[in-house]
T-cell receptor, first 112, second 116 residues
Framework: EAGVAQSPRYKIIEKRQSVAFWCNPI?????LYWYQQILGQGPKLLIQFQNNGVVDDSQLPKDRFSAERLKGVDSTLKIQPAKLEDSAVYLCASSPTGFEQFFGPGTRLTVL | AQSVSQHNHHVILSEAASLELGCNYS??????LFWYVQYPGQHLQLLLKYFSGDPLVKGIKGFEAEFIKSKFSFNLRKPSVQWSDTAEYFCAVNARFSGGYNKLIFGAGTRLAVHP
């Protein structure tokens, strides 16, 4: 079974630039999550989708972050404009049931 | 607010030593509990989980964890660690929120280094 795919794996940008991350969940998984993991901390949920509807985006900084999940499959997370404090690993996860989650390799973002 | 606390940020052990990593959570409702592991250069993967039943759960690679409801704890143990256990370990609680959805809340992680 193929796992959760993410791209790119690494991204370096300057502050105020824009960046987008892509996630392809495990086939058939209805729930998709985006997490932010800052160095030295555990992953923090940014947004959760159930199919293509948003379930929880309470911790998403909506002035600069946006996410969508078209057709209930792939998802993109965008940051516009980026700040230095956005430097982190962005993890995508998916789940068939909303309980056990399967994680992708993450995208390491460095904002200079 | 719901939270997960991992007591040790860094642990250094010699091979064959016993391991116990502490995890406490704050949430009054029904919880599902997880330990995830992240080996160097790899993605997060599930080590073990507790949903219900026997509070002593066994996971992969000889790891086990015990759910003690009265202490809100879910400590991870392994009787004899190996160099290949060097990794970062995350405790997580899946809490149910109003609106009928579940949310996974992670601890800050414990970085384990095992020396040969």
């Amino acid at each position: 079974e193929a796992g959760v795919a993410q791209s790119p794996r690494y991204k370096i940008i300057e502050k105020r630039q824009s960046v987008a991350f892509w996630c392809n969940p495990i086939s058939g998984h209805a729930t998709l999550y985006w997490y932010q993991q800052i160095l030295g901390q555990g992953p923090k949920l940014l947004i959760q989708f159930q199919n293509n509807g948003v379930v929880d985006d309470s911790q998403l900084p909506k002035d600069r972050f946006s996410a969508e999940r078209l057709k209930g499959v792939d998802s993109t997370l965008k940051i516009q404009p980026a700040k230095l404090e956005d430097s982190a690993v962005y993890l995508c996860a998916s789940s068939p049931t909303g309980f056990e989650q399967f994680f992708g390799p993450g995208t390491r973002l460095t904002v200079l | 607010a719901q939270s997960v606390s991992q007591h040790n940020h860094h642990v250094i052990l010699s091979e064959a030593a016993s391991l116990e990593l502490g995890c406490n959570y704050s949430y009054g409702g029904t919880v599902n509990l997880f330990w995830y592991v992240q080996y160097p250069g790899q993605h997060l993967q599930l080590l073990l989980k507790y949903f219900s039943g026997d509070p002593l759960v066994k996971g992969i690679k000889g790891f086990e964890a015990e759910f003690i409801k009265s202490k809100f704890s879910f400590n991870l143990r392994k009787p004899s660690v190996q160099w290949s256990d060097t990794a970062e370990y995350f405790c997580a609680v899946n809490a149910r929120f109003s609106g009928g959805y579940n949310k996974l809340i992670f601890g800050a992680g414990t970085r384990l280094a095992v020396h040969p």
